[in-house]
Structure formats: structure tokens, C-alpha cells
């Protein structure tokens, strides 16, 4: 029986195409294997159904193997983009859906449900003006430029289409103090086609822009635009989405996993992403499956999960606890999902000491059913098992239990831990820095309440103490 379902795999030279494929999605594979990869692209029809799913692999291997840990990703494994289009019409069919997921992470991508969120969004925007039509011609136009007949000043003009808006309201350009009211000039452009090139672009504290490519140089030119920005269609719509992905996934950390607004950190972005403190995205992120990684964290880390509830003790029974326990918890009622339990304008320190002190030791919890314990600290305080879920997830550093071969031999203490708290941005900056100019090991000393704001971005507990 002839098969209904062929498949175009990473080793073929070309695209398979036939008459039921849009010439237009042809031309687009074919870009993303002339500017990546074969393996970049792989292509899945169904013709019965005229459907077709287009996998995109981004290479995630520029991350840092405790980076990629903090993340729960496998930096050695691509992440997949499916998008699945009409075989036929493309981009004059329906709006394409989107999965994204890594094959080795079964369960527990909380990465992948945000960037899932963040690459829908930006494909409904796109899609309200995209047509096969309007990007033939945007690409008619960059090839006439390369004729014989044209002129440099022709081909100069030209790519100014493709360049970025600036001026989006969506989309606002940073810029640094003195360069306000100057104007922006296009966005540099990649001379070697076939040399991939991933670079990101974020904001660091004075408001200049840094970019890092995965050989660690730093570049930083005044007209780059912040990493929401929209890359051009010049080389079709799936190049697009791979650029825009590569541009969002180092700067994650610095987004809500909710409404995708930035951060606002006195202190700077930290390392793992978060939720933000409006209500709404509060109960949204429930509804997200990121709490579930909580049962996770309890089984694999016990010793740092008491260690963090430990922090929030000493936090909370501070005679400072105005000051340093912050952020207060932001949890939902577990009998009326449309109020807040905690709430950091209605704050109870002592509701919240209640609760806390219903939390058994993580010691009981792994000995025994999660299921089953989780029931006994119901009926102690139903709040105590929402606030254990808080603490865990609030928490944006990562914290493992360092083993006996890695530890400081003079500090003579059983337990000891490695605390990381820089987002990838931060910590490639560091990294090249530490390269020109050498670095120290240096010990900070402090009250043992500063850590509980310090690893979930706020800096109150630092400058007072």
C-alpha cells in the first residue's frame, strides 16, 4: 500500500516537494538548510489531510552545562519547534500551531510551555499580514539587488526594507544616555550567509547593549535593538522564527512566564525564569504546570529544598522581617482559586509562621508517599503544602548540594553548597571579562536572613544589611 506520509530527513540533499506543496515552503526549507543546516529542518506531509509539520531544531549548546541544569534542559540535545501548516496554501492557510519540546525531557518542560507561549503570540502577530504573495515579493526585491545592472546605491536602499522599525511600540529601541534623539541606522547585517551566527541582544544596567556571540566576544554597537525585536523576512518566514527564537531563549530569565513583560529587579535579572507579582499572572501561572515541578525538586534535592525553607524561617523570624522578607509569597487559596491566600498587599506574618511551621521536614517527605504527606500537612494547614510550593519555585538562583570532592577543604562543614544566580547574558560578560582581566576569590559575610531575598532578585535585604 502506497504511504500517504513522506518524510524529508536531515540526510537528503533537498526538500521533497511535490504538487501538492506550496512552491513558497519549498523556497523556505530550503533557506533554513542553506543558512543553518540539513539537520536544522526536518519535514513531515500528510497529504490526505493537507497538512504539513515542519520541525525546527534550535541549538541550545551555547548555554552552560549548570545553566542548562538550573533550566532543566539537555544543552547537548536541540529543542524542536513544530509548526504544522496546510501543505498547500502555507502562509494563505490557517494559523500554524505550535509545539515545542526536546526529546529526552518527557515531562517537566517548563521551558518549553514558555517559549510555546512567547512563539504563539509572535506568530498571530505575524500572521495578520503575511501572505505568500507579500513575502514573494519582499524576496523578488533582494535578489534584484545582486543584478548585474544595479548600483550600490540601489542595493544600499534596499536593505533598508528589511531592517527593523525601530520606533515599535511594541517594541521600544534601548538606547544608551547619550545617544538619545540621535537616529537609529540600520541593523547590522550578516556578510557570511552560509556562516551561522547566533548572537543576543539585552540591556544591562546603565542601559547599553552588549552583544555576545558563542565565541564569547563582545560586541556592542549603538543601533542593535533589544532581543524582542522582529528579524527581517528577507530569507522566509521559518528563518524568522529560528532567529527570534535564538534572540528570546538566553533572555528568558528576564521575562514572566506569563505575560512575557520584563522584569523590573533592583538588583538584576536573576538565572531561572519566573513569574511575575501581578495577580493575574499569578493565577494564570497555575494554570501553566509550572508548580508542578515542585514534587520534582522535593525528590531530587531534598537537601537544598530544607536548606531554602530554612532560609525562609530565619527570613521571617527576623526582627527586620518588614525589610527582608521580600518578595512577600504571592499564593492562591486552595478553596477559592480567584483570591489570594498571601497576598503582598494584605501581608499576615503571622498567618505565613502558621503555615510554615506546618511544613514537615523534606526528611519525612522523601521517606514516605509525596501523595500521602502531602495529605497529612493538609490537615495541619492547607496552607502549608501552597506555601512549600511557593518557596520552591519563587526560588530564580540554582542551588545544589555540592559532593565531597568538589567542597572547600578549610571550610570545615559537612553541608555546603553552590549558589548560581547569573542569567546566561550576565554570566558570558562575566566570563569574557575574567579572560582579559583575571578574577579574585573573595568571601561576603553576612546575616544568614539576606540569602532569602537575595535568590529570588530583590536587593531590600542587601543594602540594609
Known amino acids: ?31 533554513v538548510k542553506d543558512i543553518y543546516s540539513d539537520s536544522a529542518v526536518s519535514v513531515r506531509e500528510y497529504e490526505t489531510i493537507d497538512d504539513v509539520d515542519i520541525d525546527l531544531h534550535i541549538n541550545i549548546s551555547f548555554l552552560d552545562e549548570e545553566i542548562a541544569s538550573a533550566w ?59 501572505s505568500n504573495e507579500f513575502l514573494r515579493a519582499q524576496q523578488k526585491k533582494r535578489h534584484s539587488w545582486f543584478k548585474a545592472g544595479g548600483t550600490i546605491k540601489k542595493f544600499r536602499a534596499g536593505l533598508s526594507i528589511f531592517t527593523p522599525i525601530a520606533k515599535c511600540p511594541n517594541v521600544p529601541l534601548i538606547q544608551g544616555p547619550g545617544e538619545k534623539g540621535r537616529a537609529s541606522g540600520p541593523e547590522p547585517r550578516v556578510t557570511r550567509l552560509m556562516n551561522r551566527s547566533v548572537s543576543c541582544t539585552m540591556k544591562v544596567p546603565k542601559g547599553e547593549l552588549l552583544t555576545y556571540a558563542p565565541n564569547g566576544q563582545c560586541r556592542s554597537p549603538p543601533t542593535l535593538l533589544h532581543c524582542k525585536s522582529i528579524p527581517t523576512l528577507e530569507y522566509g518566514f521559518l528563518v524568522q522564527i529560528m532567529k527570534y527564537s535564538e534572540q528570546r531563549i538566553p533572555t528568558l530569565n528576564e521575562y514572566c512566564v506569563v505575560c512575557d513583560e520584563q522584569h523590573v529587579f533592583q538588583n538584576g535579572s536573576m538565572l531561572k525564569p519566573a513569574v511575575c507579582t501581578r495577580e493575574l499572572c499569578v493565577f494564570s501561572f497555575y494554570t501553566l504546570g509550572v508548580m508542578s515541578g515542585a514534587v520534582e525538586d522535593v525528590a531530587t534535592g531534598a537537601e537544598v529544598v530544607d536548606l531554602l525553607v530554612a532560609m525562609c524561617r530565619a527570613a521571617l523570624e527576623s526582627s527586620r522581617k518588614s525589610i527582608i522578607f521580600d518578595p512577600y509569597p504571592s499564593v492562591v487559596d486552595p478553596f477559592d482559586p480567584k483570591a ?66 568538589r567542597q572547600l577543604k578549610f571550610m570545615h562543614t559537612t553541608h555546603q553548597f553552590l549558589l548560581l544566580s547569573s542569567p546566561p547574558a550576565k554570566e558570558a560578560r562575566f566570563r569574557t571579562a575574567r579572560k582579559l582581566y583575571g578574577s579574585t576569590f573573595a568571601f561576603q559575610n553576612g546575616e544568614r536572613t539576606a540569602p532569602y531575598a537575595h535568590k529570588r532578585g530583590a536587593s531590600a535585604a542587601l543594602q540594609q544589611s
Open 1 to 31: 500500500m502506497q504511504s500517504f506520509i513522506t518524510e524529508a530527513c536531515s540526510t537528503q540533499g533537498h526538500y521533497v516537494a511535490d504538487l501538492y506543496c506550496h512552491p513558497q515552503l519549498d523556497t523556505d526549507v530550503g533557506a
Open 72 to 130: 532543566k534542559v539537555n544543552r547537548t540535545e536541540p529543542i524542536v519547534l513544530r509548526l504544522r501548516f496546510s501543505l498547500s496554501q502555507y502562509l494563505d492557510g490557517p494559523e500554524p500551531t505550535v509545539d515545542v519540546f526536546q526529546p529526552s525531557c518527557k515531562d517537566g518542560f517548563n521551558l518549553g510551555v514558555q517559549l510555546k507561549r512567547i512563539l504563539s503570540s509572535f506568530i498571530s502577530n505575524q500572521w495578520k499580514h503575511l
Open 340 to 405: 489570594l491566600a498571601f497576598n503582598p498587599k494584605k501581608r499576615s506574618y503571622d498567618r505565613l509562621q502558621k503555615a510554615l511551621d506546618s511544613i514537615m521536614s523534606i526528611r519525612e517527605i522523601t521517606q514516605g508517599s509525596y501523595v500521602e504527606i502531602k495529605k497529612q500537612m493538609d490537615k495541619l494547614d492547607p496552607l502549608a503544602h501552597p506555601l512549600l510550593q511557593w518557596i520552591i519555585s519563587s526560588n530564580r538562583s540554582h542551588i545544589v548540594k555540592l559532593p565531597v570532592s
